[in-house]
């Protein structure tokens, strides 16, 4: 391929080449430069700068074959000259420009391989690093590791860009301020830092899942660049039971999506939702990432994800509602109250429960949450009681129930949806 | 998005002649360690020769008709194929170029999403499509 060849016909379509270059190897590029320059956030601005420079020539020389490599090398370039600019003339840029002037080809050093893949791994970590806020760490993750435009998070999360702008630069300060060193944790370390990561990771595949059913598909996205973000850590950090786990979960619960939601956008919920519509190709992934969770720990309760991605894996494996197996699922519920107990776990075990053995059998564990301060203004507990009432017959308290949640929830789709079942009481 | 990836075959791999390709094996097999570390890849599968192969043909009556392969014309013939997850076209177009095929047509396609229908049909007609859709099997 010559750069004649590739030359862009017009501005727009080099910019979005460049744009696609830039989703594919910005990760590699900012965590590259960071082991080089010891600063994630100065890492991130050389690598912008490379970008920009990209959007400038890319139109009139046409494409680098190796578009990675170019960004690279420009990114290095400026690193260097800003040093020697600076005149702070230190050993260390000496040398780093003693190697950019000896390379026969600066391109020649930046192949896919296994350095760069810790680099990427230990941006992900740097980027959920605990000293952030965790909006911070979402802001940084997606805009570090995903490779996603400030506007893209902004419109994402509902905020105006000049304040995720602020965000992420306050974010990058805060690294710098704190020292946080560029690496993957070890020992006793690891596992709380990857509890962030993963975190992180669910944090915003959840607040795209909670969209879908809203008004709002763009912000949907966010489950894919979510589970992208799962597949790429589960291949970087292979051995962590967790990580698989929540890929599987992510995985698991978007097959759902396209059945989410009918017609005029109301929500269908789970058992009333046409399997049919289910994605087979991410149940299947799904499946496959939880049995390997599962195998690399050896039993069921490594940890909170694999445990939800288990109780995800009940519904995906019952082709019709009916068939799902609930006693199984009261009793992962058990399991994952026991890890972390919750009045939110409870409640989905009473909803197992009555599933399993009847609403009289379910009707006081939900009674016994009644008070729960952590449950006060949450909607799902007057919606299950409502449910429960109903199966018993008591439809006067049912109603009353199903009304409470409906004032409750803040969404318009879940909003229609209860206020339909308490007119049916 | 989703795409679809068709690659297609040609004379080796009709003939299941995989002798002298291992480099290119090689080269595949890094190709695809790399779209697993970026995330993107969602499935991939090489096909078999179309030797072992079989088509069904429809008769306007709904009658079917069982053709035995191998079938004429390799480069019209799919090789192999990877569904990837990515962001945009573009995106799908810059990680194919880094494929390391040699004397390859390689084909991009976007799996269709029900969006795709809205605002053109009634949705009672995409649900109806989407029924259809699941019960050939062609739901991702």
């Not at chain 2, 088509?55 to 194929?81: C, N, Q, S, T």
Request: a negative charge; charged letters at 25%.
């Amino acid at each position: 391929m010559t750069p004649a060849a590739s030359a862009a016909p017009d501005a727009g379509a080099a910019r979005r080449t460049a744009e696609a270059v830039w989703r594919i190897e910005s990760a590699r590029l900012i965590a590259g430069l960071a082991r080089l320059t010891g600063d994630v956030g100065l890492a991130e601005d050389l690598a912008q700068d490379a970008l920009v420079a990209a959007l400038e020539q890319w139109p009139a020389t046409g494409m680098p074959d190796n578009p990675g490599a170019w960004l690279t090398a420009v990114a290095r370039r400026r690193y260097v000259d800003g040093v020697r600019r600076q005149a702070v003339f230190d050993r260390k840029a000496e040398q780093i420009g003693r190697e950019l002037a000896e390379a026969e080809d600066p391109m020649d050093e930046i192949e896919f391989d296994a350095h760069v893949e810790d680099d990427v791994l230990r941006l992900i970590f740097t980027a959920c690093h605990p000293v952030l806020s965790r909006d911070a760490r979402v802001a940084l993750t997606l805009k570090l590791v995903a490779g996603l435009s400030t506007e893209q998070i902004a419109h994402a999360f509902l905020v105006s860009t000049p304040t995720m702008a602020a965000r992420v630069t306050r974010a990058k300060k805060a690294l710098g301020d704190a020292r946080v060193p560029f690496e993957v944790p070890a020992g006793a370390e690891l596992e709380a830092r990857l509890a962030s990561v993963l975190e992180v990771v669910y944090l915003i595949f959840n607040e795209g899942y909670a969209a879908t059913a809203g008004d709002s598909w763009t912000r949907a996205d966010l489950c894919e660049e979510a589970m992208r973000l799962g597949r790429m850590l589960a291949a970087l950090a292979p051995d962590e039971p967790e990580v698989h786990g929540l890929v599987a979960l992510m995985e698991i619960q978007a097959s759902r999506i396209p059945a989410r939601t009918g017609q005029d956008g109301a929500m269908i919920t789970l058992l009333d939702q046409d399997r049919s519509r289910w994605n087979r190709l991410l149940i299947t992934h799904g499946l496959e990432s939880l049995a390997r969770a599962r195998s690399l720990s050896g039993s069921e309760v490594s940890g909170p994800y694999v445990l939800q991605a288990a109780l995800a894996a009940c519904h995906a494996r019952a082709l019709v509602a009916a068939d799902t197996d609930w006693t199984r699922i009261a009793t992962l519920y058990q399991m994952l109250a026991s890890l972390s107990p919750s009045p939110v776990v409870e409640l989905n075990r009473a909803v197992a429960v009555a599933m399993a053995d009847g609403p009289a059998a379910a009707l006081p564990i939900v009674d016994s949450l009644a008070g729960d301060p952590a449950l006060q203004h949450y909607h799902l507990l007057p919606s299950v009681r409502g449910d429960l009432l109903a199966r018993l017959g008591r439809d006067a308290e049912a109603r009353a129930e199903f009304e409470r949640a409906a004032a409750m929830t803040g969404n318009a789709a879940e909003r229609a949806h209860l206020l339909r079942r308490a007119a049916a009481c | 998005m989703r795409v679809m990836v068709l690659v297609k075959a040609n004379e080796d791999s009709e003939r299941g002649d995989y002798s002298g390709h291992e480099e290119e094996f090689a080269a595949m097999g890094k190709y695809n360690e790399e779209l697993l570390k970026s995330g993107i890849m969602l499935a991939g599968e090489g096909l078999t020769p179309s030797s072992e192969g079989k088509r069904v043909a429809f008769g306007e009556d709904g009658a079917a008709r069982v053709i035995d392969g191998p079938f004429a014309e390799a480069k019209e013939l799919v090789g192999g194929f990877w569904i990837w997850q990515v962001s945009s076209m573009d995106e799908a177009v810059e990680w194919l170029k880094r494929a390391p095929f040699k004397g390859a047509s390689v084909e991009l396609r976007r799996v269709v999403e029900p969006a795709d229908f809205e605002g053109k049909i009634s949705r009672d007609l995409i649900d109806a499509e989407q029924r259809l859709r699941d019960q050939t099997g062609q739901q991702g």
